[in-house]
């Protein structure tokens, strides 16, 4: 009995500064890329119409694709940070 049931034991315990992979490391700073671009093509389409995306021909219109492609690099992002390798 040189144990003290009440504590944890301490063999084998995690580290509590283990380093991240860098896959997931490079998939949140895509993702975090792709929703820093979302937000940008947002706020060129509803709040700020005259941002440089757009112009007086073509109108709106090229800040949504500036929106759908910081969704679509979002969502790699999210791809890359959850990929699974056996």
């Known amino acids: 009995m ?5 504590e944890t034991p301490q063999g084998n315990s995690p580290q509590p500064g283990s380093r991240r992979p860098v896959r997931a490391v490079i998939g949140l700073t ?3 890329i792709g929703a820093g671009i ?3 093509g947002a706020v060129a389409f509803w709040i700020l ?3 440089p995306p757009n ?3 073509s109108g709106r219109l090229p800040s ?3 929106l759908f492609g910081g969704m679509a690099l979002l ?3 999210l791809t890359i940070r ?3 390798v056996k």
């Open 75 to 77: 969502l790699v992002g």
């Open 49 to 51: 119409n005259r941002l």
């Open 64 to 66: 949504l694709y500036v």
């Open 2 to 6: 040189s144990q003290n049931p009440y």
């Open 55 to 57: 112009d007086e021909t």
């Open 38 to 40: 979302s937000a940008y």
């Open 30 to 32: 895509v993702c975090l």
């Open 82 to 84: 959850n990929l699974r």
